[in-house]
């Protein structure tokens, strides 16, 4: 008999969860890129030639509404994924392994306060770009990842 349970979980990146409950997803955008080469030519168009694949990027924005969701501080275990310079796997809400990617970049807004410093809401953009080859010596260890 098939299990009827529904995963609330959207993805994770390394162990870091990606969840209503947690960090929740408003939206995920992807860009795929190729490398086109162009060479001028005298006294006609430019010739272009395929150079490979380019890079691969994701845009993760979510928002944070503590209590309701995770702390303000859950982005902070990102960060300090970010600064080991190291790629992460990215894992889908269903389980399948989806490639290993570097956090480029996090970006926040606080929106709204309860207090003197005390951020009730706030929105997060996560950019990543994939790692090609996947050299281990450039993929996280998933422990330092634990929230």
Do not use: C
Not at 20 to 29: A, E, F, I, M, R
Not at 90 to 95: A, D, H, M, N, V
Not at 97 to 121: F, R
């Amino acid at each position: 008999m098939a299990d009827s349970t529904v995963s609330t979980q959207f993805a994770s990146l390394g162990l870091f969860v990606f969840s209503p409950l947690t960090v929740p997803v408003q939206g995920v955008s992807r860009t795929t890129s190729h490398r086109i080469d162009g060479r001028g030519r005298a006294g006609g168009p430019m010739a272009y030639q395929s150079a490979g694949p380019g890079d691969d990027k994701r845009t993760i924005n979510g928002a944070l509404i503590p209590p309701w969701t995770g702390p303000a501080a859950s982005l902070d275990r990102l960060r300090a994924m970010m600064a080991t310079g190291k790629a992460w796997i990215l894992t889908t809400g269903s389980g399948r392994p989806d490639g290993w990617w570097y956090i480029d970049q996090i970006q926040e807004t606080q929106t709204d306060w309860v207090g003197p410093g005390v951020v009730a809401a706030l929105t997060f953009t996560l950019s990543l770009t994939r790692e090609p080859d996947e050299v281990p010596e450039n993929l996280g260890d998933l422990r330092e990842s634990k929230p």
